[in-house]
């Protein structure tokens, strides 16, 4: 029977494949009796898994590509060894023959009474080896009761999931990092905003995404086939044929467009009216650039360097993260790069740091981004001085992220003068004037961006924050996600103030939020004055597109129109007439 699902859709384009559903935990493992007869069959039974276990680790471990890295490697070894394992294999053959139960209770036994004597230990670092035994017992568990899959990091490092449309409650960053190692055809999650890392993320590897979807584990069965429309936000359950040739021919249709639109590639990018623009894009990992460069030979205008640290899941030295950012630089070719200083904390976090210390209510608000690297200098100075290093061989730019007012961009400039003395006396190469931004994401910068631009050399406009912390709605609770709105006259206010005052005091301003990849507020923002966007890979060619079609001169006293309405929704209807007039 077919079914349809409605969500929020938050990277476009449609896709057609076999659900595989996403387990966090583990079914619950049930006790039962067997007849002495069977118990040699029941282990053989129990040793098969373990073998079958084994197998799709020494899978995963040929499978996975050389720059993986090395934490990954290492963590499928000992999951190996552990296979191998005298107590937890002995011990659970024993207790099949001693109980006469079955193998997923023996096992499952086994590793509470192990977990036990790991519980009980003082050392830290043993402490944490529980959660590979825990992994390793989950792995044979589902071997035992023959689940397809299994869910953990390696796991996603395979190919199993190719074509596949995950079905999932929630997808951290680190998930969708790791899964974009194979070629996922779509995400579903139950929850998620917009605005979340994982969407963005998914956005800019242009895998179509709908979140919101509540019930999706319990609606979708393994194996059903899904037409996922990240275009309307519409997840079909196995649909009649006549409706999958109709998918069919939708995608076909995009394709023709999209090739269309890379006869643009490479091609200026300027209004029919001759003003330049500056479109660059985003990314979230150096391989990024090479997508990037599928659409355009342009710079990077916000390079998230969070990722990095969050697919180490540690903090990479300063050489570490210097390889890193020139390895980047220099798969430009010349194009400016804009590195943005760490965004830890919120819905980014190391997955370690996550379970310690107290409850944090509302991370979005708390020790994030820059307030966390003005704490905590020994994290902040290798990156600072990574980043002087990378630009000493070519065009980069520093970015700060969350700044809230001006004595903050004053300590963290004082920090990058300690560091550029650091380097001097190491006698290091370095941008001695290497040009430093902020983002403006927090309103009370944009009150005070005139001050800001006094002191730096460019501003980037933070939307998904900026709109966030205006509208006071948390960018990453679907329940929340009908506030996201770019049009309200408050957001617009701030992104106008940010812009007059980037022009008052000469320096550049750029936008790097979502609102700059959406084609709808393009014309608009070109109207207000914005000379330089920076968008996601997928959309470049699409904005370059509507720009090359535009007229300023048309566009500014349209715009200035719009922006002495107050209602939002007389807003959106000026935008569309707007946008309508230019087609
Ligand atoms: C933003 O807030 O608009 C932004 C670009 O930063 P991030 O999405 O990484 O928070
Ligand atoms: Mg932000």
């Given at each position: 029977m077919s079914l349809t699902l409605q969500g929020i859709?938050?990277?476009?384009g449609i896709c057609i494949g076999p659900a595989y559903v996403y387990y966090r935990e583990l079914p619950e493992v049930l006790e039962y009796s067997i007849s002495k007869f069977s118990a040699d069959d029941e282990i053989k039974r129990f040793e098969d898994a373990r073998i079958k276990a084994q197998q799709q680790l020494n899978n995963i471990k040929n499978t996975i590509?050389?720059?993986?890295?090395h934490d990954i490697t290492l963590f499928i070894d000992t999951h190996l060894l552990m296979l191998d394992d005298p107590v937890l294999y002995e011990d659970t053959v024993s207790h099949i023959r001693a109980r006469l139960c079955n193998a997923e209770w023996a096992l499952q036994v086994q590793v509470e009474r192990i977990v036990k004597v790991f519980d009980d230990m003082d050392d830290p670092y043993l402490k944490t080896r529980k959660d590979d035994i825990i992994h390793v017992t989950e792995r044979i568990q589902r071997c035992l009761m023959n689940e397809p899959d299994l869910n953990h990091a390696e796991d996603k490092?395979?190919?199993?999931?190719?074509?596949r449309i995950i079905v999932a409650d929630d997808l951290t960053p680190a998930d969708t990092l790791l899964m974009q190692h194979q070629k996922i055809a779509g995400f579903i999650t139950e929850y998620g905003g917009p605005l979340s890392h994982t969407a963005i993320l998914a956005r800019n590897l242009g895998i179509p995404t709908i979140v919101g979807v509540h019930d999706a584990k319990h609606l979708i069965q393994a194996n059903d086939l899904i037409v996922l429309d990240g275009n309307t936000g519409k997840v079909h359950i196995n649909p009649a044929k006549k409706d999958i040739a109709h998918f069919k021919s939708l995608i076909r249709n995009e394709r023709q467009r999209r090739k269309l639109l890379f006869d643009l590639k490479n091609k200026p990018t300027k209004t029919k009216d001759g003003l330049k623009i500056h479109l660059h894009g985003n990314i979230?990992?150096?391989?990024?650039v090479r997508t990037l460069r599928q659409f355009d030979h342009t710079g990077v205008g916000?390079?998230?360097?969070?990722m990095l640290f969050i697919e180490h899941n540690r903090l990479p030295s300063e050489d570490e993260q210097f390889e890193t950012y020139r390895r980047t630089l220099r798969s430009l070719k010349g194009h400016p790069l804009t590195i943005r200083t760490i965004d830890l904390g919120a819905d980014k976090e190391l997955a370690d740091t996550t379970q310690h210390g107290p409850l944090i209510h509302n991370p979005a608000l708390g020790l994030r981004a820059i307030r966390r690297c003005l704490k905590d200098p020994s994290l902040f100075l290798p990156q600072i001085k990574a980043i002087l290093r990378t630009a000493g061989y070519g065009p980069v730019n520093m970015m700060i992220p969350m700044i809230s007012c001006i004595s903050e961009m004053e300590q963290t400039l004082e920090l990058i003068e300690q560091a550029k003395a650091e380097l001097k006396s190491r006698r290091i190469r370095f941008d001695n004037n290497i040009k430093i931004g902020a983002m403006i994401e927090v309103p009370s910068a944009a009150l005070v961006a005139d001050s800001l631009a006094n002191k730096l050399d460019f501003l980037s406009i933070g939307t998904n924050d900026l709109i966030q912390y205006t509208l006071a709605?948390?960018?990453?609770?679907d329940e929340v996600s009908y506030l996201y709105n770019p049009l309200h006259p408050a957001v617009l206010k701030l992104i106008q103030m940010t812009l007059n005052a980037g022009e008052t005091q000469g320096i550049q301003v750029s936008m790097c939020g979502e609102m700059a990849s959406d084609t709808q507020y393009t014309r608009l923002l070109l109207g207000m004055g914005l000379q330089c966007f920076s968008v996601q890979a997928n959309s470049l060619l699409d904005i370059k597109h509507i720009i090359n079609h535009s007229e300023i001169t048309q566009l500014r006293p349209l715009t200035e129109k719009i922006m002495t309405l107050s209602d939002p929704q007389e807003i959106k209807l000026a935008v569309e007439e707007l946008n309508l007039r230019f087609l």
């Open positions: 859709g938050v990277s476009k590509s050389g720059d993986t890295p490092l395979g190919d199993h999931l190719k074509g979230d990992r150096p391989d990024d916000l390079y998230r360097t969070e709605f948390d960018r990453i609770d």
